[in-house]
Structure formats: structure tokens, C-alpha cells
């Protein structure tokens, strides 16, 4: 490979609930992130993933069409998706990471207010059983194998196969990732999703 060239996935906090997947050449790489964060962004984006490819234009074209029918705007690279379908695939392709790179050139010339900025934005309360109504001892279903079940201990902690974890590790150990995803997506109480529950009981909340 002559160059390093780069797919990534990137997120912003006020876009919530895309993902740009799109390319760069090492050698390009400054040069792209800082084109991303213009001033009709209002505040910068996120790596999620990235990875060194041999043929970027290939890799990102097959992910646009494998994500093809969650596009917003066929003329923009931005895919109603959740990051973890996307760092899923990504993976797929090799070990070669390159996330802290495109991090790196991501945040070379954004200040920390400007990074406050988008904490500010995409700051959420927590979320807390309790709050939600769900008590200790109530059963959560995953929603891929609703045999699957998880018990309520505490207002932020589970009891599965025995051992008292957080929801995001028993979703870590049931999918087997070696990344965190976001929970609430995949379990029911009371065959309602905890997405909607959170949703639901959070939305009047400032984020």
C-alpha cells in the first residue's frame, strides 16, 4: 500500500442519530477534517471509528450502499444509523486502526470551548431505573433472544449470570463486542423498549 488511506465513521452532537461515513489519504487527512468543521457546522464532529484501508474509495462506496436506504440525502454522506452498525463493519475490515489519528487531526485546531460546546449539546441525564418506574427485581428482556434476561438491582445496576454489572456491560458480554453500545435499544421491560421508556420519561429534560 503505497499510502495509507482511511474510511471513518464520524458523529455530531447536533445532528443526533447520523453517522458521515466517508474517506481521506493520510496524507490528506488535516486537510479533510479541518474542511468538516466549517462554519455551518455549529459544533465539531466525533470519531467513532476509523480504519486503514487499501482502496478508500471502494470501502466507502460499498458501506454508502450496504447503509443505502438509512441516507438522509444522497448527495451528503449522512446515514440515520446507530455508530455501533457502522464501528461494526468497520472492524470487519482489518486491524488497522486509525481512530486516535483522525481524532487527532479532528481536534488539532478546535478550542476547548468549542468542545464544551458540543459536551453541552449531547449531554443526557443517566439513565436510572428507578426514575423510569422500573424497581429492583423486575425482569428485562433482550430483544434479539427474549430468553435473555437480565434483574433490576439498584437504580443503574443489573444482576446477570450472577454478577452485578452495569446494563451496558451485560449488553457487551451477551453481544460479545469489545466496545460499548448504547443499551437501551436492545431490551424490553414489560415488552416495551427502555429506548422509548428513557425517551419518554427524559424528554422535557435539557440534554
Known amino acids: 500500500m ?13 445532528m443526533p442519530g447520523l453517522v458521515k461515513i466517508g474517506k481521506t489519504t493520510q496524507a490528506d487527512i488535516s486537510t479533510r477534517m479541518g474542511q468538516l468543521y466549517s462554519t455551518g457546522v455549529p459544533v465539531p464532529f466525533e470519531c467513532v471509528y476509523a480504519v486503514q484501508v487499501d482502496d478508500c474509495t471502494k470501502v466507502e462506496s460499498a458501506l454508502h450502499v450496504a447503509f443505502g436506504p438509512n441516507r ?26 486509525a481512530t486516535d489519528e483522525v481524532r487527532k487531526e479532528l481536534n488539532e485546531n478546535v478550542s476547548q470551548a468549542e468542545k464544551d460546546s458540543g459536551d453541552k449539546l449531547k449531554k443526557r441525564p443517566n439513565m436510572d431505573f428507578h426514575e423510569m418506574g422500573i424497581f429492583d427485581d423486575s425482569i428485562l428482556n433482550f430483544v ?6 437480565v434483574v433490576v438491582h439498584g437504580s ?16 457487551r458480554n451477551i453481544l460479545g463486542l469489545d466496545y460499548s ?7 424490553k421491560y ?12 427524559y424528554s422535557d429534560d435539557e440534554a
Do not use: C, M
Open 2 to 14: 503505497s499510502e495509507n488511506q482511511i474510511v471513518y465513521a464520524l458523529t455530531n452532537s447536533a
Open 72 to 97: 438522509i440525502n444522497p448527495n451528503r454522506e449522512f446515514f440515520k444509523i446507530n455508530p455501533e452498525q457502522a464501528i461494526a463493519v468497520l472492524k470487519l475490515l482489518g486491524p488497522n486502526d
Open 144 to 149: 434479539d433472544d427474549e430468553t435473555i434476561t
Open 156 to 171: 443503574k445496576k443489573v444482576i446477570y449470570e450472577g454478577n452485578t454489572i452495569s446494563l451496558t456491560a451485560a449488553t
Open 181 to 187: 453500545i448504547q443499551p437501551s435499544p436492545k431490551w
Open 190 to 201: 414489560q415488552g416495551r423498549l427502555l429506548k422509548d421508556i428513557y425517551e419518554e420519561y
